[in-house]
């Protein structure tokens, strides 16, 4: 497994990120700290404030009266029947998954797992009960995992897209790092001393377009407008990115978690359109407070649209209860935003938990040589 990766780095110009998720920060008052706050030689790293930035090189930053208006109104919020019965869930079983080939399985939040061309690649693993660095506090998981990660195929590459607990889980990784020690990590800048800390063997942290092989397939991390926290302490000390995966006749990019800006378009230019593209839908009220780092749905469709991508999977709702608004209005907003644009609703999916989705992997394409990705 291990040998399946071809170091081939690419440098390009970029600055950097940022964001504020809700629950996240209500509860980021412990815990161990997950970069070294080292300086880095990033073109995305301010050397000034010794924090990542986002390309426009604006760091918003929420002020205690607003995070206090936010987190008295999370408290108070309206009773949302979704908290309490979930969400629909298509269970897996272990001999299903270990047939799973050519497909992608949306597991819940902003957790993947897709197999193209035998390779096998989960997105930021998260499989407990709450997004928090505490066990009796923070979002508790609302729809249950579809199956349990010792159920998990051979994966050999996970691709974490920033340090927020509801998108890298200490528990999770502990656990796939007992069950399946082979697997190849990929982080954004910063973070591959923690996951060391954590027992992973094989991790490798890339700056935004550093560019490596892995198998047939080339895999890059790409800016996009957020932030990263994990400790009251460390605000920006490491990166955050989506990442773009391109095989010869397919490619799939993970949006991870981000507000709205021009990323995407630059993803689309610099790299292609992709034909799978992972969107998030959720997570974005109050809009005055969400709107620097969480796209809302009409947002997310024009992500789709700036990314130019064939089919989008929609992520990032429905299994944390992490903002305000009622957990069931994603999907519907999405399908109105789809059809306000005049966009087809069946290429832009909202799955159960659980589901597969082979569509994106059957429709013909162009025999593209590889190289012709990489220009």
Request: positive net charge.
């Given at each position: 497994m291990l040998g399946k990766l071809r170091p081939s780095i690419s440098f390009s110009n970029s600055k950097s990120p940022k964001f504020v998720c809700l629950g996240l920060l209500l509860m980021l008052s412990n815990s161990a700290c997950s970069g070294k706050g080292s300086y880095y030689d990033s073109s995305n790293f301010n050397q000034n404030t010794k924090r990542f930035q986002n390309l426009s090189g604006i760091e918003d930053k929420e002020t205690f009266k607003e995070f206090s208006s936010f987190a008295f109104d999370y408290f108070t919020r309206d009773k949302d029947i979704s908290e309490t019965k979930g969400f629909p869930i298509e269970m897996n079983s272990r001999d299903k998954l270990n047939d799973f080939q050519n497909n992608v399985i949306w597991v819940g939040h902003s957790t993947i797992l897709l197999n193209y061309n035998d390779l096998t690649i989960l997105t930021d693993p998260q499989f407990y009960h709450r997004a928090?660095?505490?066990?009796?506090?923070?979002?508790?998981?609302?729809?249950?995992?579809p199956f349990k990660i010792s159920d998990l195929p051979e994966v050999d590459v996970v691709l974490i897209s920033h340090n927020h607990y509801d998108h890298l889980d200490e528990k999770s990784i502990k656990k796939l790092v007992e069950l399946q020690p082979g697997i190849k990590y990929l982080v954004p800048l910063g973070l591959k001393g923690l996951l060391k800390k954590w027992g992973v063997q094989s991790v490798e942290e890339l700056d935004w377009w550093q560019a490596i092989d892995f198998s047939d397939a080339n895999i890059q991390p790409t800016p996009v407008k957020h932030w990263s926290k994990r400790t009251p302490f460390d605000r920006n000390k490491t990166l955050w990115a989506g990442w773009m995966v391109r095989w010869s006749d397919f490619s799939f990019y993970f949006a991870g978690d981000t507000g709205y800006s021009q990323d995407f378009k630059l993803t689309a230019q610099k790299l292609g359109k992709p034909t799978l593209a992972?969107?998030?839908?959720?997570?974005?009220?109050?809009?005055?407070?969400?709107?620097?780092?969480?796209?809302n749905p009409t947002e997310a469709v024009k992500v789709f649209q700036d990314l130019g991508s064939e089919y989008a999977l929609a992520i990032h709702w429905g299994t944390f209860k992490l903002t305000l608004e009622k957990m069931d209005e994603p999907p519907r907003k999405l399908q109105s935003a789809l059809e306000k644009a005049g966009m087809l609703t069946n290429k832009f999916r909202v799955l159960k938990h659980g589901a597969s989705w082979k569509k994106p992997f059957q429709i013909p394409r162009n025999n593209l040589k590889h190289e012709e990705f990489l220009n």
């Amino acid at each position: 497994m291990l040998g399946k990766l071809r170091p081939s780095i690419s440098f390009s110009n970029s600055k950097s990120p940022k964001f504020v998720c809700l629950g996240l920060l209500l509860m980021l008052s412990n815990s161990a700290c997950s970069g070294k706050g080292s300086y880095y030689d990033s073109s995305n790293f301010n050397q000034n404030t010794k924090r990542f930035q986002n390309l426009s090189g604006i760091e918003d930053k929420e002020t205690f009266k607003e995070f206090s208006s936010f987190a008295f109104d999370y408290f108070t919020r309206d009773k949302d029947i979704s908290e309490t019965k979930g969400f629909p869930i298509e269970m897996n079983s272990r001999d299903k998954l270990n047939d799973f080939q050519n497909n992608v399985i949306w597991v819940g939040h902003s957790t993947i797992l897709l197999n193209y061309n035998d390779l096998t690649i989960l997105t930021d693993p998260q499989f407990y009960h709450r997004a928090s660095p505490f066990h009796f506090f923070g979002p508790k998981r609302v729809t249950p995992v579809p199956f349990k990660i010792s159920d998990l195929p051979e994966v050999d590459v996970v691709l974490i897209s920033h340090n927020h607990y509801d998108h890298l889980d200490e528990k999770s990784i502990k656990k796939l790092v007992e069950l399946q020690p082979g697997i190849k990590y990929l982080v954004p800048l910063g973070l591959k001393g923690l996951l060391k800390k954590w027992g992973v063997q094989s991790v490798e942290e890339l700056d935004w377009w550093q560019a490596i092989d892995f198998s047939d397939a080339n895999i890059q991390p790409t800016p996009v407008k957020h932030w990263s926290k994990r400790t009251p302490f460390d605000r920006n000390k490491t990166l955050w990115a989506g990442w773009m995966v391109r095989w010869s006749d397919f490619s799939f990019y993970f949006a991870g978690d981000t507000g709205y800006s021009q990323d995407f378009k630059l993803t689309a230019q610099k790299l292609g359109k992709p034909t799978l593209a992972a969107i998030p839908i959720g997570a974005y009220e109050p809009r005055n407070f969400m709107k620097s780092s969480h796209i809302n749905p009409t947002e997310a469709v024009k992500v789709f649209q700036d990314l130019g991508s064939e089919y989008a999977l929609a992520i990032h709702w429905g299994t944390f209860k992490l903002t305000l608004e009622k957990m069931d209005e994603p999907p519907r907003k999405l399908q109105s935003a789809l059809e306000k644009a005049g966009m087809l609703t069946n290429k832009f999916r909202v799955l159960k938990h659980g589901a597969s989705w082979k569509k994106p992997f059957q429709i013909p394409r162009n025999n593209l040589k590889h190289e012709e990705f990489l220009n």
